[in-house]
């Protein structure tokens, strides 16, 4: 957990679960390459099967692939979990009588 104070108000930040590294994957790039290609990835299939299996959520698996520190690409699993919509408390129905007619 990493906190934050500001001059007007506390922030708490909870960081999200460490990285979790792509098994299996390596991202390259193709320094000589013309200017539309970005780089290579590799796959080694019997580590990237397994990783896939053990990451997969309703059949898909979300990859990105980032720049370390030191500039070298690197594969990590997407973790992000969009948070649910508050859904509207439930109303009562509107009566007809309830409604008052503009004419």
Known sequence: MLLQLSTQHLIIIIMSQDKIFADGFLFKRRENAP???????????????????????????????????????????????PKKKDTAPNQAPVKESDVSLPF
């Open 35 to 81: 200017d539309f290609v970005i780089g290579n990835i590799s796959v080694k299939v019997d580590e990237a099967v397994s990783f896939l299996n053990n990451n997969q959520k309703n059949g898909w698996v979300n990859l990105n692939v980032l720049n370390s520190k030191g500039g070298k690409p690197y594969i990590e699993l997407d973790t992000f979990v």
